[in-house]
């Protein structure tokens, strides 16, 4: 991803501090601008057409480039001193975020923020349905908050993210939670991760949510383990942090969600702790993986938490401006927040030194030059450990012909991964799983059928190669010798051209090489396309399914038909994924979550 210096660059801006400054100007250069400019109208423009990452990062960067040439435009009120104190007073805020909040200018990591909430957004209106007839705006608030924990636990299966650790075969380490569109574009993730999709999501569909832990949560960190009650495990799979429920106000009371479970608690918060005993086989429950118990009901302590950029008074402006053109909740006031709660009032969440917390997450997994804080090499940074996890190790199999050949073999893994990778999560543009995400299916399926077609040259190049291996072999064979030479190479002049023999080995036998990508690559992405495209079938069922739910009358019958032909199709494409399914074993945690979606498909397919 371009950092928003190189993209200023690419449109002739010299940035300095904040997201964007021009080049000093003349008077008479600023007056003839400021006549021209609009700088609100011109940013809404920019972000119907164009509203991804590098939109926003454009956007902002003229915006505020726009906002300094207009003397008399509106522009983000500073956080004064005494503003400050009282926020700081209320959600717990570092230097880094206190530093933030003051630019009155939108900085690097504001079009981040900024297109994260646009995600959602669109994630949030392919949700909404009409209210039921007779409902009250606490039943409707309740099913809206149901369809998006549904969507949420859809969207994101339960595979905590970890690692293999070097030198320690079949060891891994548990990884820190990621952002939320991050784990949304990955499809999988931790019961954490999922509560933090769930309050993104929550933000844009105008309800307030919250997290549910224990008094002591409050000072405890994302990455905080909780272990099986011999200290033998962890439970969840990974770091389950501080939380072991997820909730929106309705009322004054809360209704509760269990991440691992994928379920609303069977009682909402008042009556969970007025009465825990009475739903202590719900505790007992195996599928209780999070290892909430009766008396951690009693103590049950609800948190809030918001995104540090949601705080900033420039992006109160910028909701404000901007209302009409993007229709994104931006900023949150923290303090009405907080008061919509029943007493005792909220703490919000937000230790001072955890980077992982819901408030600054963002700002932590990103490198610098696209707009976070990872200042790590590049090659150890989250970001790319993440990207790496995208294409798990127990799926890429290395050909056997370049076993002891740990240069090539690496090459082979790096193209492979690449095909794959380009494919299924380009950063540059929206991924199929992205587009079905913000329900844009119609584009995600058309995107899908291409890849099915990619990937399908690469099988039929593998049936009309059958003789390939011998050919295979030898190449291997030639590139291992190869590669010794340029090792044994004893000056500089005769390991440049053992190098530039290695490059003509690899040119010259592209073919053979593509065919050797593909007896990875080529099964595993059409397999891949398939089951995205029955995802996307799934949704578009769902939404019939939803409106359905609402409806009375004659739109019910019609959309009871509807629905059955939506399910048909969704089971249809779930059934030709479970023909390639095998490839795709090495996913942990897919299985499971596609015979749920399965069984779900065929239930309502056959419902009378």
Not at 69 to 91: F, R
Not at 165 to 190: A, D, I, K, W
Not at 228 to 240: E, I, V, W
Not at 537 to 544: I, T
């Amino acid at each position: 991803m371009a950092g928003i210096v190189t993209l200023a660059a690419g449109i002739g801006i010299a940035l300095l501090p904040g997201c964007g400054k021009p080049p000093p100007q003349r008077k008479d250069e600023k007056d003839s601008v400021a006549a021209k400019v609009k700088p609100w109208e011109a940013a809404g423009k920019r972000l119907r057409k164009e509203f991804d990452a590098a939109g926003c990062k454009t956007a902002l960067v003229l915006l505020n480039t726009d906002l300094e040439a207009a003397p008399d435009a509106p522009k983000p009120a500073p956080l004064t001193p005494e503003a400050e104190a009282a926020l700081a007073a209320l959600v717990p805020l570092n230097a880094e975020d206190k530093a933030g909040l003051r630019d009155t200018a939108y900085t690097t990591h504001d079009p981040v923020y900024l297109a994260e909430c646009l995600y959602m957004r669109d994630a949030a209106r392919s949700l909404d349905v009409p209210a039921r007839a007779g409902q009250t705006p606490d039943q409707t608030a309740a099913d809206a908050a149901d369809r998006g924990f549904a969507w949420v636990c859809r969207s994101v299966y339960i595979n905590p993210w970890q690692v293999p650790v070097p030198g320690q075969p079949g060891v891994s380490q548990p990884m820190p939670p990621v952002p939320p569109v991050y784990v949304l574009r990955r499809g999988y993730g931790s019961g954490l991760e999922r509560m933090y999709v769930f309050l993104a999501l929550l933000q844009q569909m105008g309800l307030d949510g919250c997290l549910v832990g224990s008094p002591e949560a409050k000072d405890q960190p994302a990455t905080f383990p909780v272990f099986s009650p011999d200290k033998k495990a962890l439970l969840t799979g990974g770091l389950r942090g501080p939380f072991w429920a997820v909730g929106v106000r309705i009322g004054n009371d809360v209704r509760l969600y269990d991440p691992w479970r994928a379920q609303p608690f069977p009682a909402t918060l008042n009556a969970l702790k007025a009465n825990p005993d009475a739903h202590k086989a719900w505790f007992e429950d195996k599928a209780n993986v999070s290892g909430v118990t009766v008396d951690d009901a009693k103590r049950a302590t609800v948190y809030l938490a918001v995104p540090v950029n949601s705080l900033a008074p420039r992006m109160a402006t910028l909701e404000q401006q901007l209302k009409a053109d993007i229709g994104a909740k931006l900023a949150i006031d923290p303090v009405a927040l907080r008061n919509g709660f029943a007493d005792p009032k909220p703490a919000y969440w937000n230790p001072l030194n955890d980077g992982f917390a819901y408030g600054r997450i963002s700002r932590t997994f990103l490198p610098v030059d696209d707009g976070g804080s990872d200042k790590s090499p590049q090659g150890s940074r989250l970001i790319d450990q993440y990207m790496r996890s995208q294409f798990p190790a127990e799926v890429l199999t290395i050909p056997g012909e370049l076993r002891g050949n740990d240069e090539a073999a690496e090459r082979i893994r790096a193209l492979m991964a690449g095909a794959y990778l380009m494919a299924f999560f380009n950063p540059t543009n929206p991924n199929p799983r992205e587009r079905i995400q913000r329900g844009q299916f119609q584009d995600a399926a058309r995107d899908l059928v291409v890849r099915q077609d990619q990937f399908g040259h690469g099988l039929e190049r593998l049936r009309n190669n059958p003789n390939a291996e011998e050919e295979i072999r030898k190449w291997a064979a030639d590139a291992r010798d190869l590669y010794n030479q340029q090792g044994l190479a004893a000056t500089p002049e005769a390991r440049q051209q053992a190098v530039a023999a290695v490059e003509e080995h690899w040119r010259r036998n592209a073919a053979l090489v593509q065919i050797l990508i593909d007896r990875v690559s080529a099964e595993l992405g059409h397999a891949e396309a398939t089951l995205l495209l029955a995802l996307c079938k799934h949704e578009q069922a769902e939404r019939v399914q939803a409106r359905l739910e609402q409806a009375t009358g004659a739109e019910a019958e019609q959309l009871k038909k509807d629905s059955v032909d939506a399910w048909k199709a969704a089971h249809g494409e779930w059934q030709t994924y479970a023909e390639r399914a095998r490839v795709q074993v090495g996913f942990a945690g897919r299985a499971a979550f596609v015979q749920s979606l399965t069984a779900r498909a065929e239930k309502l397919a056959n419902q009378k």
